[in-house]
């Protein structure tokens, strides 16, 4: 990677294991179900996102987004383990419930990169099958798979330091 | 006992509201944002409030302020992602009773609707 590349990335990579940190314990203490990291990969035309997706954004001495991409199928078993409720449809009840993780992810990791002072923003969630989500520009966006027993996710994030 | 939850996820607010019951609290509250809460408190006995910080409309922070003007006492349990040290020392100096951390168990809301309460819960 070269050195302008690597001053690009730096605030991208310094949330990789904050993200996933606070990934595996939202799931665990809310779910009651254990996630597994898979894949770790950058690009931005290569996020395989989902038609499930909470966006969080952020802004301090860096500026970017968290987002939570999940399949339909693995969001209404969130709900269900969540309040033991079925449901069918990608609803407002479902769009909260990722939104919800999204913020709560993105609320943890932020605690584990005090340095850049991020405020966090509410969460908006975008449901469909065929949408973009622009990272700011010189973020070098990341995102990470996830399998789990309600099934896979994605996470995917892009920061860059305010210049 | 009326308890008063108030966040702006209705999965939040559900998932808070059958952990009360479950604990015997049958008179939960819920409000999706301040203004709401502030409405709900103002036409209601509430004996504890469970409350996000970050919220539209009006945050933890300004329906505490506007809370406290109203009651100093009642119990204001501030609810946040956020579990930093400044953020919490700063949300108590500015009124705050007690604080949880989200993602909580059922066991942690116990616990703290327990100690804000004279009856034993659960």
Redesign the interface.
Known sequence: MSTALNTMASATVQIVNPIITATLQVFETMLGCTATRKEIASGHDKIPWNQVTAVIGLSGLATGSICLSMPRRTAFSAVHRMIDERVTEVNPLVCDTVGEFANVIAGKAKDSIKDMQLELGLPNVIAGETYAIQFPTRSYPMYVTFTSEIGPFIIAFGFALEQ | MAVLVVD?????R??AR?SLNSMGVTDVIEAADGQQALTAFQSNSISVIFSDW???NMNGFDLLKNIRAINPTVPFIMI?????KERVVAAIQSGVSDYLV????PAQLRDKLSKWIAAPVG
Do not use: A, F, L, W
């Open positions: 702006d996820s209705q999965m939040t559900i998932v059958k970050n919220m539209p946040t992602t956020e579990g930093s989200k993602p909580y168990t």
